[in-house]
């Protein structure tokens, strides 16, 4: 009967195990030719002052579009790009783009905002990276002061004497820098302080439930004091309703970002969506 059954068990999960190959090949072999082929493409999306509601910054979230597979979510071919090394050429891409883009805004007389672009652990351990940071500012023209670089906590953990001394040389080409996702890693006070750090951004996971659910009200709150007993920024991710705009508010959240203000946007969207915003007078 066991005979029987790990026959079965190799019959059902073989064709599972088969595709799953198959589609991770079809990303990487995608993935290999995007850059080439203009398949990437950047939206961005506003953050807000929960206090005063003006727009506090942008971030650049990566798009593909590939012909064979469509468009593709970066929870998808993020991991991918990371495991195959080929995140370090897309986030150098990632990095130029968004700064030429803020950039451009300005130029078409947009106020000067801060941009915040997405870093992966394979980039942070990547020698070049300081190169990339510094070619995208220089080719851009770009103030590094408007420049934002969002870590998660697990990329500054491993090992934290490389991830300070990394850290302290991004700041001191004037660089902020913010840890994405924050509450989901495992970091605690003591740790979190010892890096030179401007903001955190509260995961959606706590945010998803803090109007209803006391736990995640809690934990919540307790971030946010600990953001503040740090001086520094806090911002909830995946706000979209007003209840949980209005616990930030009353809690004492800095920012704000989410579909309740805005979705990420294609650049000639986000001009557009700002100048509204801006025009309508908060
Ligand atoms: P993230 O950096 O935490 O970005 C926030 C994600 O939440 C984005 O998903 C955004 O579209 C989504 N989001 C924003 N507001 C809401 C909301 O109110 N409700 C809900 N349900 N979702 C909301 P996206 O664009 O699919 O990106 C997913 C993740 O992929 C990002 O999480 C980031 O970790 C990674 N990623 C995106 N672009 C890049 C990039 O250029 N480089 C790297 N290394 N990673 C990137
Ligand atoms: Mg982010
Ligand atoms: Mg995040
Ligand atoms: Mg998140």
């Not at 398949?39 to 798009?63: C, D, M, N, P, W």
């Not at 593909?64 to 995140?87: C, D, K, R, Y």
């Not at 770009?142 to 906590?153: C, F, I, Y």
Request: glycine fraction near 8%.
């Amino acid at each position: 009967v066991a005979k029987e059954e790990g026959k079965n068990n190799y019959q059902f999960y073989s064709p599972d195990i088969k595709t799953q190959s198959l589609e991770r090949l079809a990303l990487e072999t995608g993935l290999r030719n995007a850059l080439a082929r203009g398949e990437f493409s950047l939206h961005y999306q506003a953050k807000v002052a929960l206090q005063s509601e003006a727009i506090t910054g942008v971030e650049a979230l990566l798009r593909w579009h590939n012909a064979e597979l469509g468009p593709v979510s970066p929870a998808q071919f993020i991991p991918v790009a990371e495991q195959t090394g080929l995140i370090v050429p897309i986030g150098r891409w990632v990095l130029r783009t968004a700064c030429a883009q803020n950039v451009a805004w300005q130029q078409q007389g947009m106020p000067p905002m801060c941009i915040a672009v997405n870093l992966s652990a394979r980039q942070f351990l990547h020698d070049g990276l300081l190169d990339d940071i510094a070619d995208a500012l220089r080719d851009s023209g770009m103030d590094p002061a408007l420049l934002e670089l969002e870590l998660t906590e697990g990329m500054v953990m491993h090992n934290t004497e490389r991830a300070v001394a990394l850290l302290t040389q991004i700041k001191q080409m004037g660089v902020r820098i913010s840890i994405d996702d924050f509450g989901t890693g495992y970091s605690s006070l003591a740790q979190i302080k010892r890096f030179p750090i401007d903001a955190l951004k509260v995961d959606r996971s706590f945010i998803r439930e803090v109007a209803s659910d006391s736990a995640d009200r809690a934990i919540t709150g307790a971030i946010i004091a600990m953001g503040k007993t740090l001086s520094l920024t806090v911002v909830a991710e995946g706000v979209e309703t007003l209840e949980q705009r209005d616990f930030l508010r009353e809690n004492g959240c800095d920012e704000m970002q989410g579909f309740y203000f805005s979705k990420p946007l294609p650049p000639e969207e986000l001009a557009a969506f700002l100048a509204k915003e801006r025009g309508g007078g908060t």
